[in-house]
């Protein structure tokens, strides 16, 4: 069933990985129907080229380098400040990389647990409190579908992608009866420039729109099914 994207006016988003490709759509399709929304970016310079992208009032940009909870704490205590309360957060934060274990980067499952893991966790800690307190609130995260499948040369992305799945699942279940929900949608590839540019002879037909995922991820924040912590995307919405 489509999700209603007026169910997004006035709302408060507060979104991770914007500029990426899948959070770009997730901020413009928030933004067109009228939520407000608040954007952590990980690097200083990136805060005046989002404010440049996102023009008006109603968008918040701060910086939140990975680990650095006391940024994440005071970004989420000023937005929650200025737009009444955070509603939701949305977690577009992640990144992949391939390689056989040995041949790998050094440094590269750290570097992916970094991005998929401990960038999540520090902007949901920095948010969470302030949910608690308001006894609402909803935290959705990215995994993938490939989590529990396998897979050569893939190791370090499964490995930290299947971590998120069980902070997200233990977090979830942590937060029953406090009014705050968290959830991770579970897609497979999407379809993105990146990916069509590096698998140009895969059939894209299968991949999942941007404008999908981003659906999922609003249905999983406002209108959960109640199907658990951990939700597949379906092409067809
Ligand atoms: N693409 C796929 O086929 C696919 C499939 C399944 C799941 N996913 C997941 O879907 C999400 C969005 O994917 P996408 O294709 O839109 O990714 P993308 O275009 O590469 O964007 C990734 C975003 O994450 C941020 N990021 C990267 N490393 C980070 C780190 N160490 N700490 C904090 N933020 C970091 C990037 O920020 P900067 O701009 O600062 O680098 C960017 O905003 C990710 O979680 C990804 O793992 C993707």
């Known amino acids: 069933m489509a999700f209603d994207l007026a169910m997004l006016a006035g709302k408060t988003i507060l979104v991770g990985g914007a500029t990426g490709q899948l959070g770009s759509v997730v901020v413009r399709t928030a933004l067109d129907a009228g939520a407000r929304i608040a954007i952590a970016v990980r690097k200083p310079w990136q805060v005046d080229k989002v404010k440049a992208a996102y023009p008006g009032a109603n968008v918040l940009v701060g ?31 992640g990144a992949f990389a391939a390689g056989a274990v040995g041949r790998d980067a050094s440094g590269e499952l750290q570097e992916l647990m970094t991005a998929n893991v401990l960038s999540v966790a520090n902007l949901v800690r920095g948010a969470l409190w302030l949910m608690k307190r308001r006894k609402r609130g909803a935290i959705v995260c990215v995994g993938s579908a490939s989590v529990g499948l396998g897979g050569a040369n893939v190791a370090n992305y499964l490995a930290s992608k299947a971590a998120l ?20 949608i579970v897609p497979g590839t999407l379809d993105t420039e990146t990916n069509r540019k590096a698998m140009p002879d895969a059939d894209a037909s ?11 991820m609003f249905t999983a924040a406002f209108a959960p099914t109640g199907a658990g912590p951990l939700h597949p995307v379906q092409k067809v919405r």
């Open 63 to 93: 910086c939140v380098p990975d680990a650095d909870g006391e940024a994440a704490a005071g970004f989420a205590k000023g937005v929650n400040d200025a737009f009444s309360g955070i509603d939701a957060l949305l977690c577009c934060n």
């Open 206 to 216: 299968q991949w999942l729109p941007l404008d999908v995922v981003a659906h999922a």
């Open 165 to 184: 799945h069980e902070w997200v699942r233990a977090l979830a279940l942590e937060l029953v009866g406090t009014g705050v929900r968290a959830a991770a």
